[in-house]
């Protein structure tokens, strides 16, 4: 595949005759399944370039072949969708990416089209037709979003109510939104490696964020810190 690396490119894409699709996910039933149900697809010609359990695997295999269009989830070990995409995004400016997931919660989808600026999201519980129709789209240069997801909660006003008292309590103690959330998290008694699981990020990270939260509180242990989130209704 040639990778556009400048707007003008990108703004008139061609769909090329047959689809090279590289598959990024650690569940192997599942990957061999799409496999075969993408490439018996009548109504795409699709080939399967490669597939990836991880982040680091797709990223060794992508120096050595690029897709027409990568498929890529967002919980993987070792190196997970989240923390991959700004490094595709770096170093493959041009490739669509079309995030296919089972999370379907606004703040993933925002991230991921907002933040990260993929090609698309779609869930897991999509039909392959809606799959075949996402790839086609994010081939085309259009963004591609599930009929099904949103990118707002529901309850908007309740969320904008509660994004005024964040801001407040943030400038209060100069904390972070990713401390505040991890926070939340320390208070329902969640340890490194559950609030990792929960966020998308290394245990290590979630350390280091905790190390901040408590110098910037001055509160020097755990029990501090849950007794300090509980004081102030984070949990």
């Known amino acids: 595949m040639e990778i556009a690396t400048d707007c003008s490119e990108r703004m008139i894409p061609t ?16 990957v ?98 809606e799959l075949a129709e996402g790839i086609q789209q994010v081939l085309q240069g259009n963004l591609y979003m599930s009929k099904n997801l949103q990118l707002f909660p529901k309850d908007l006003v309740e969320e904008e109510v509660e994004t005024v008292f964040d801001e407040n309590f943030l400038a209060k103690y100069n904390l972070t939104r990713r401390e505040l959330e991890i926070l939340g998290l320390i208070a329902k008694a969640k340890s490194n490696s559950d609030i990792a699981v929960h966020l998308f990020i290394s245990p290590q990270t979630v350390g280091a964020h905790r190390k901040n939260i408590m110098r910037k509180l001055n509160i020097s242990s ?13 949990g």
Not at 15 to 30: E, G, K, M, N, R
Not at 55 to 80: A, F, I, S
Not at 222 to 234: D, K, M, P
């Open 15 to 30: 769909v090329p005759s047959q689809i090279s699709v590289f598959i990024a996910d650690d569940h192997t039933l599942y």
């Open 32 to 129: 061999d399944a799409l496999v075969i149900a993408l490439e018996h697809y009548p109504a795409l010609p699709v080939s399967i370039l490669g597939t990836a359990s991880n982040g680091e695997d797709l990223l060794r295999q992508l120096r050595l072949k690029l897709p027409d269009v990568l498929l890529l989830d967002l919980n993987m070990p070792v190196m997970n969708g989240l923390e991959v995409i700004p490094l595709l995004r770096e170093s493959y400016p041009g490739l669509p990416i079309l995030v296919v997931t089972k999370y379907s919660d606004p703040k993933f989808v925002r991230e991921c089209l907002q933040v990260h600026n993929v090609a698309g999201y779609i869930l897991k519980t999509s039909s392959l037709k």
């Open 222 to 234: 755990t029990a501090g810190l849950v007794r300090f989130a509980i004081e102030n209704q984070l």
